[in-house]
């Protein structure tokens, strides 16, 4: 069984460098790729593997095994015609989410119609943050407070369901503070610890940085 995903990045201007190195600099999997030959020998300095190639032709993506990638992040907004046929070819391969950086809402609109997974507007969502993202494994959103601390939203794990805030003692066991509960779309923040938890809820907590990769485990 694959525990370790692995991810394609096309397009390697200010974001999808970000969000590549930041990647790579984690010891992610990660295929780099633009159609720039100079961007991309720049690239190759700080991200192992960096492909030349036209991610709108569907012999390259075969050729680079797009089909094995788990998350595809297209970051080619200035080329609208091209981000849509990257990002359909991707799903038509069987890649399970594609996220695309996009220039304004009609396009994040346009791209969710032809079967983005995600819509990312560069203005709201750094490289970097969403890279970090993609690397916290069962974290739905993450914003970073400051270098070392972050709030997270996170699934209340199977082994924690039936378990109260008291029993699970997550604060000893994790240094992190739940702040509130996430039930059905509705955030509650009057939280009873002596209640049950149950695995359709999340759980909004602060934590050190460093210590979060401890709740995915």
């Not at 995600?118 to 739905?140: D, H, K, W």
């Not at 938890?197 to 940085?209: F, G």
Request: glycine share 6%; net charge negative; proline share 2%.
């Amino acid at each position: 069984m694959k525990n370790k995903k692995t991810y394609a990045v096309f397009g390697l201007g200010r974001y999808g460098y970000a969000v590549a190195r930041e990647l790579a600099d984690n010891g992610m999997d990660v295929i780099a790729v633009d159609v720039n030959e100079e961007t991309v020998a720049a690239a190759s300095l700080n991200i192992p593997i960096c492909k030349c190639a036209d991610v709108t032709d569907p012999e390259v993506l075969e050729h680079l095994g797009i089909k094995n990638v788990d998350v595809v992040i297209i970051a080619m907004a200035e080329n609208l015609e091209a981000a849509v046929l990257a990002a359909t070819l991707c799903k038509e391969a069987g890649v399970t989410r594609v996220i695309v950086k996009c220039a304004n809402e009609m396009h994040c609109k346009i791209m969710r119609r032809v079967g983005a997974d995600e819509a990312v507007i560069p203005e709201q969502e750094s490289g970097v943050r969403l890279a970090s993202n993609l690397m916290s494994a069962g974290f739905i959103d993450m914003l970073s407070l400051s270098k070392d601390i972050s709030v997270v939203e996170v699934d209340v794990k199977e082994e924690w369901s039936g378990k109260s805030l008291i029993e699970l003692d997550l604060r000893n066991k994790y240094d992190i503070n739940v702040v509130a509960i996430r039930r059905k779309n509705k955030v509650e923040i009057s939280i009873d610890p002596k209640a049950p938890l149950d695995v359709s809820e999340k759980l909004i907590v602060i934590a050190h940085t460093a210590k979060l990769n401890g709740l995915t485990k």
